[in-house]
């Protein structure tokens, strides 16, 4: 598609219940990265996909988080088991070929919103 | 210390204001850098890379001192238009690590 693409962009849970957010990047693009920002807060980093390699996990907060991306394509990020400090932005970027030195660009879809009741 | 910092902000100029932003990072091997644009409510966009001989785009210049860790980007007659949150971005072995951003309010 034209962009990264996210759905849902908004999301209202219950604590404790399980969601699933799906990110759709641009085509063609090897990397995938998932980071949430809270409400004030910069954009803290979750995990990131670079082709067929293993996925740097990282920055998870817990494992409550997991995520994976299918076909090199589509990613979806799981959070199990929702607690309220969950609530966030969580925003999913996609790039061509970032390497170590690439000063390509970083494409950011326009987020889901999580709000946990 | 975090991995990068930035000015705190906000920063509240008038129309037609020069303002700079700094940010300094703590991985000497980080690699790539980045200004970022973030709108209220909106996801960050690229605004331009950073490149050790300084580079310019229109009324944005942005500069890289690799032996001080620290990168810069000038705003230079600013606009309404330019009021946003800036992110300082360092790209560390593919991934992005982001400031908290400083926060710019343009005047009337």
């Known amino acids: 598609g034209a962009g990264v693409s996210q759905s849902p962009s908004n999301k209202v849970t219950e604590k404790g219940k399980d969601v699933e957010l799906r990110c759709d990047p641009i085509s063609g693009h090897t990397a995938l990265y998932w980071y949430r920002q809270s409400l004030g807060q910069g954009l803290e980093f979750l995990i990131y996909?670079?082709?067929?390699?293993?996925?740097?996990k990282s920055g998870l907060p817990s494992d409550r988080f997991s995520a994976e991306r299918t076909g090199g394509s589509v990613s979806t990020l799981t959070i199990q088991r929702t607690q309220q400090e969950d609530s966030a932005v969580y925003l999913c970027?996609?790039?061509?070929?970032?390497?170590?030195?690439?000063?390509?660009?970083?494409?950011f879809g326009s987020g889901t919103r999580l709000t946990v009741v | 210390r975090k991995e990068v910092e930035q000015d705190p902000g906000p920063f509240n100029v008038p129309e037609g204001a020069t303002v700079a932003f700094n940010c300094t990072y703590s991985n000497s091997a980080s690699q790539s850098f980045f200004w970022y644009r973030q709108d209220c409510r909106k996801e960050p966009k690229l605004l331009m890379s950073v490149y050790s001989s300084g580079n310019e785009d229109g009324r944005f210049t942005a500069q890289l001192n690799r032996a001080s860790q620290y990168i810069s980007l000038l705003i230079r007659d600013s606009k309404l238009s330019d009021s946003a949150t800036y992110l300082c971005?360092?790209?560390?072995?593919?991934?992005?690590?982001f400031g908290q951003g400083t926060e710019l309010s343009v005047k009337p």
């Open positions: 970027a996609s790039s061509l070929a970032p390497g170590r030195t690439a000063s390509y660009g970083y494409t």
């Open positions: 996909f670079q082709g067929n390699s293993a996925p740097d």
């Open positions: 971005v360092v790209n560390q072995g593919g991934k992005l690590i």
